[in-house]
């Protein structure tokens, strides 16, 4: 019995981990995917990132009903829901590339929409599963770990995947081309639709208080510390996003429109390496966390953050420098080597391993003193990932007014109130408020 329930709990640790990293290989998809629409379309910088914005806007709408969801049908069932919605939102997305000219673009939209619905819900589930599914403490964390850094890893993948079947002419890129992609995740989230129902999961026991919901949002509403860390998440989560993702669409825009004029290929392995980055980043945040505050970590990252950008918008996109990326030849051979790219690129890239450790600082410092309120705040903190899709949107309006290395500017103010929230913002000055 007990080798069974082993088993059991492997298969469906597994299927968690698969699930984490599908949560970055959905919502990473989307920014890279505004090449396409951008091409496929003709449409501005800013409309390409419209499938970015209804992949994150959806965190809006599902961050508190996730979580109210969760507790009235547990956390497998909201999990089986969650990957049917990830499987529905993907298939909404294949469709749109065998849609009419027309309608294809509203069809990629709303199925961008629909992924975010589950991200959203596989956000609330997945952590807290695999901390159970550890038997908690060391172990629980350790297993949250793994899932982290294979989410890193299918961040890192999935703008290389994309830039590899868009190869060779941008201007004819089209949904199609993407396919495989959304032929991966649907088979992921098939099959982990299938594990998950036969699987003996335990569900991990929710904290009981007497009080509405209403009253708690309202009663964390009150610590200022933490409405200026919610203001954080939702900045913080358009800087992650942002900044690769516009400097994706720099990479790949043609040198007459102000871009650099780079194979799709090449983009999406320097892209790739922000996130590699970002995976770097983590693991080292993981060893230093018990020796370095959250503060200071938050103060470090955002300031470095600020001059790593600053340098990229004052450097000349003339100036060249060599990064390690996979290059496609013209007979279509793939091959590692030393591709010349904008100096800018680099300093963007780098900036991975600023956002890397970000979330947790600021989770941290934001909830710091809050007791009882913790949870409504965890639910306010997943409608402000929103941020992710508004931000973004906001800096391609401004590449396309400004150009895209001034756009960057957007991420300057961002980075800046990080810095002034870590600095000062962070401090709890509302400890007379019973938390018990």
């Given at each position: 019995m007990n080798q069974q329930k082993q088993n059991g709990n492997f298969i469906a640790i597994i299927t968690m981990?698969?699930?984490?990293?599908?949560?970055?290989?959905?919502?990473?998809?989307?920014?890279?995917?505004?090449?396409?629409?951008?091409?496929?379309?003709?449409?501005?910088?800013?409309?390409?990132?419209?499938?970015?914005?209804?992949?994150?806007?959806?965190?809006?709408?599902?961050?508190?009903?996730s979580g109210i969801l969760l507790t009235k049908v547990g956390y497998k069932k909201t999990a089986?829901?969650?990957?049917?919605?990830?499987?529905?939102?993907?298939?909404?997305?294949?469709?749109?590339?065998?849609?009419?000219?027309?309608?294809?673009?509203?069809?990629?939209?709303?199925?961008?929409?629909?992924?975010?619905?589950?991200?959203?819900?596989?956000?609330?589930?997945?952590?807290?599963?695999?901390?159970?599914?550890?038997?908690?403490?060391?172990?629980?964390?350790?297993?949250?770990?793994?899932?982290?850094?294979?989410?890193?890893?299918?961040?890192?993948?999935?703008?290389?995947?994309?830039?590899?079947?868009?190869?060779?002419?941008?201007e004819k890129a089209t949904i199609s081309q993407i396919f495989p992609v959304m032929y991966t995740a649907m088979a992921v989230f098939a099959l982990a639709f299938i594990v998950l129902l036969f699987v003996n999961i335990p569900e991990p026991a929710a904290a009981k208080t007497s009080e509405p919901i209403g009253s708690l949002m309202k009663g964390v509403l009150r610590f200022r510390h933490f409405v200026l860390g919610a203001i954080a998440i939702f900045v913080y989560v358009g800087i992650e996003v942002g900044v690769p993702g516009t400097l994706n669409l720099f990479l790949t825009e043609e040198t007459a429109k102000g871009g650099a004029g780079i194979n799709t290929t090449i983009a999406g392995f320097v892209v790739g390496t922000y996130w590699l980055l970002m995976l770097v980043g983590r693991l080292a945040g993981a060893s230093l966390g018990a020796k370095v505050s959250s503060r200071a970590m938050m103060i470090f990252t955002s300031g470095l953050g600020l001059i790593l950008v600053l340098l990229a918008i004052f450097s000349s996109t003339q100036t060249m420098v060599d990064l390690p990326v996979l290059q496609q030849s013209a007979t279509g051979s793939l091959s590692f080597g030393l591709a010349k790219v904008p100096v800018n690129a680099m300093y963007l890239v780098l900036v991975g391993i600023c956002t890397s450790i970000m979330w947790g600082s600021i989770f941290n410092l934001a909830v710091e003193g809050l007791g009882k309120y913790i949870a409504a705040a965890s639910g306010l903190f997943m409608v402000l990932v929103c941020g992710g899709g508004i931000l973004p949107l906001i800096q391609g309006w401004v590449a396309d007014v400004a150009g895209f290395m001034n756009s960057y500017w957007v991420i300057v103010l961002a980075l800046a109130y990080l810095l002034f929230y870590g600095l000062v913002g962070c401090k709890n000055v509302n400890k007379d408020i019973p938390v018990e």
């Open positions: 981990i698969f699930l984490f990293g599908m949560i970055a290989f959905v919502t990473n998809l989307a920014a890279p995917m505004g090449i396409v629409l951008k091409n496929q379309f003709s449409v501005s910088n800013a409309l390409g990132m419209l499938g970015n914005l209804g992949n994150f806007i959806a965190y809006a709408v599902m961050g508190i009903p089986l829901i969650a990957v049917a919605v990830g499987f529905i939102g993907v298939g909404v997305q294949y469709l749109s590339g065998h849609a009419s000219p027309s309608s294809a673009f509203a069809v990629y939209l709303v199925g961008a929409f629909i992924s975010g619905f589950s991200m959203c819900l596989l956000n609330t589930v997945v952590n807290p599963m695999l901390n159970k599914l550890g038997g908690e403490g060391n172990k629980g964390n350790q297993l949250i770990q793994i899932g982290g850094s294979f989410n890193s890893v299918m961040a890192t993948i999935t703008p290389m995947f994309v830039g590899i079947l868009i190869a060779g002419s941008v």
